[in-house]
């Protein structure tokens, strides 16, 4: 087995979040003092994912083609900036960052 294979966590935790599996593969971006999370498997349904938060209006997509999350800050419909947004676990997200908010299929 390997350590992705199992639920198991092998490390000490200063915090758990118990509202995804340990080991989902989630997508995160920062905006201000929050950090937003989207796991991948809602992604995939989803296709793209926009959202506003604080005058930030932003877009995340799985690129079906490439298999590949992307996210873009978009000032109108014309303009779309690349914004980063990193892979992860869950538990590692929930570990690090005191705010999280975790996107949800409508």
């Known amino acids: 087995d390997n350590y992705l294979s199992t639920q198991a966590i092998w490390y000490p935790l200063t915090s758990y979040d118990d509202r995804l599996p340990a080991k989902t593969i989630v997508y995160g971006i920062t905006v201000g003092d929050t ?33 590949a999350v992307e996210a873009y800050q978009q000032e109108d419909e014309k303009d779309a900036e690349r914004l980063s947004i990193e892979s992860s676990l869950w538990f590692l997200e929930a570990a690090a960052f005191q705010s999280i908010v975790l996107y949800e299929l409508p």
Do not use: M, T
């Open 35 to 67: 950090r937003y999370v989207f796991p991948l498997d809602r992604l995939i349904k989803a296709k793209e994912v926009k959202e506003e938060v604080g005058g930030l209006s932003f877009i995340v997509r799985y690129n079906e083609d490439l298999e």
